[in-house]
C-alpha cells in the first residue's frame, strides 16, 4: 500500500532521540513523495509498481526534492501568508536535510524487505539481498513499536519542558 504509515514508526523514534536535529515533517514528506511513485503505477496499472524512486539513486532525487521543496514554501511563506501547522517554519536546513535523508533511505530499506519488486542498488545491481530477511508481520510490528516509542519519548520531552517551565 503506498504512503502507509508504518514507515513513519521508525522517524519517529529517531526524532524523539535527536529532535533538534531531525525533522520528522520532511521524514514523512520524503516518504510520501517516494510513494506517489508507487500510487502513479498501481493506479495506471504499471509494473515495477516500485520503480526508480525506490532506488537509492532515485530516493537521493527525493531528498533533494524534499529540500527544495522545504526552500520554496519558506520563501513564498516569507513573502505571503501561509499557514504554520508544525511550526515548519522554525525547521532549519540542516533539519529538513537529515529528516529528508533518513525518511528516503530508510523508505527503501524497509520497502526492499517486503517487496519483491524493488531493486534498491539499481543501476549498480538487480538483486534486493534484504527481500524476506524478517516476515512481514514482524516488521510491520516493529515499525508499530518504534512509533509507540517515539510518540512516548516526544511526549516525555514535552512534559519535561512543559514542568521545567512551570517552575
Same mark, same amino acid.
Not at 514528506?29 to 508507487?38: G, M, R
Not at 499557514?83 to 533518513?102: I, K, S
Given at each position: 500500500?503506498?504512503?502507509?504509515?508504518?514507515?513513519?514508526?521508525?522517524?519517529?523514534?529517531?526524532?524523539?532521540?535527536?529532535?533538534?536535529?531531525?525533522?520528522?515533517?520532511?521524514?514523512?514528506?520524503?516518504?510520501?513523495?517516494?510513494?506517489?511513485?508507487?500510487?502513479?503505477? $498501481?493506479?495506471? &496499472?504499471?509494473?515495477? @509498481?516500485? =520503480?526508480?524512486?525506490?532506488? +537509492?539513486?532515485?530516493?537521493? !532525487?527525493?531528498? /533533494?526534492?524534499?529540500?527544495?521543496?522545504?526552500?520554496?514554501?519558506?520563501?513564498?511563506?516569507?513573502?505571503?501568508?501561509?499557514?504554520?501547522?508544525?511550526?515548519?517554519?522554525? $525547521?532549519?536546513? &540542516?533539519?529538513?536535510? @537529515?529528516? =529528508?535523508?533518513?525518511?528516503? +533511505?530508510?523508505?527503501?530499506? !524497509?520497502?526492499? /524487505?517486503?517487496?519483491?519488486?524493488?531493486?534498491?542498488?539499481?543501476?549498480?545491481?538487480?538483486?534486493?539481498?534484504?527481500?524476506?530477511?524478517?516476515?512481514?508481520?514482524?516488521?510491520?510490528?516493529?515499525?508499530?513499536?518504534?512509533?509507540?516509542?517515539?510518540?512516548?519519548?516526544?511526549?516525555?520531552?514535552? !512534559?519535561?519542558?512543559?514542568?521545567?517551565?512551570?517552575?
Amino acid at each position: 500500500m503506498p504512503v502507509t504509515p508504518f514507515h513513519f514508526g521508525p522517524g519517529a523514534v529517531l526524532h524523539a532521540l535527536a529532535p533538534k536535529h531531525i525533522s520528522f515533517l520532511a521524514y514523512c514528506s520524503a516518504n510520501v513523495l517516494i510513494d506517489i511513485e508507487s500510487l502513479y503505477n $498501481l493506479i495506471n &496499472r504499471r509494473e515495477p @509498481v516500485h =520503480a526508480f524512486f525506490h532506488t +537509492y539513486v532515485g530516493a537521493t !532525487l527525493v531528498i /533533494v526534492g524534499t529540500f527544495a521543496l522545504f526552500v520554496a514554501l519558506r520563501w513564498f511563506a516569507n513573502r505571503y501568508w501561509l499557514p504554520n501547522p508544525f511550526d515548519w517554519r522554525r $525547521l532549519t536546513m &540542516r533539519q529538513v536535510g @537529515v529528516g =529528508a535523508a533518513l525518511g528516503a +533511505y530508510s523508505h527503501v530499506l !524497509l520497502d526492499s /524487505v517486503m517487496h519483491s519488486d524493488i531493486r534498491p542498488l539499481a543501476p549498480v545491481s538487480i538483486d534486493n539481498v534484504l527481500l524476506g530477511i524478517i516476515s512481514l508481520s514482524a516488521l510491520h510490528w516493529w515499525c508499530i513499536a518504534l512509533g509507540i516509542v517515539g510518540l512516548a519519548g516526544v511526549g516525555a520531552r514535552r !512534559l519535561i519542558a512543559g514542568s521545567k517551565s512551570a517552575a
